[in-house]
């Protein structure tokens, strides 16, 4: 979802291809070319290829240099920018991956320890919330840099919109910073359209 917001707030030309996961086409020898690790999304552009959705996200920044979605480069800024990121793909995204999916750690039936772990990750993620809920405070800025809209705004609420099913902890969108925060992201018309394209169901964060 995020290349895909992104790509939409840059208003630049762009096609979705489906990968049908239900039917396994995430592990297609073709698909597999673009990606071996099986992971969606995939990005082509001409000769080039990428996988990772942090990678694909700071790709498309350098590209369209004019929507102006990462900060200059060398300043205080754009570190902060980076860190962030690779925080969200490195600790939080990858805490709420334990959390969708416990069992691929897990020997074959071993229900109760999917279940615990899956536990232990919604707890984890509930700590990680509140950091970006500190972040939003400490400024008081309407985006996650402050008053700048940035390439970590979409990575933000994508990994936000995947807490909406939490039951033993908070959502993301109950909290009181990341709440008014994820309803600005789905004001913005780039968001709108991404999740018209996808015919996604409420609620949508």
């Known amino acids: 979802m995020a290349p895909q917001i992104l790509l939409e707030e840059m208003g630049v030309p762009f096609e979705m291809v489906l990968i049908d996961r239900d039917h396994d086409g995430h592990k297609s020898a073709a698909y597999l070319r673009l990606n071996p690790n099986g ?5 082509v552009e001409g000769d080039l290829v990428l ?10 920044c350098d590209s369209v240099p004019t929507a102006k979605l990462l900060p200059a480069l060398g300043t205080a800024e754009r570190a902060h920018c980076y860190k962030w990121l690779m925080w969200m793909t490195n600790t939080l995204q990858a805490t709420l991956m334990l959390y969708f999916y ?11 320890g ?11 993620t ?8 500190a972040e939003l405070a400490r400024h008081g ?19 936000c919109r ?14 009181t910073y ?28």
Request: glycine share 4%.
């Open 114 to 124: 999917a279940d615990e772990l899956k536990l232990h990750a919604e707890r984890k």
């Open 178 to 205: 990341l709440g008014p925060y994820l309803q600005r992201m789905l004001e913005r018309p780039a968001v709108q359209r991404a999740l018209a394209t996808e015919k996604l169901e409420q609620p949508w964060v």
């Open 39 to 43: 992971s969606i999304p995939a990005y």
């Open 141 to 159: 800025g309407p985006w996650l840099l402050g008053s700048r809209y940035s390439v970590l705004d979409p990575f933000c609420m994508m990994l």
């Open 51 to 60: 996988y990772e959705s942090a990678a694909i996200c700071l790709h498309l």
């Open 126 to 133: 509930d700590a990680l919330l509140e950091q970006l809920e």
């Open 162 to 175: 995947w807490t909406r099913g939490f039951t033993n902890v908070a959502r993301a969108r109950d909290r």
């Open 102 to 112: 416990p069992e691929r750690l897990m020997n074959d039936g071993n229900t109760a």
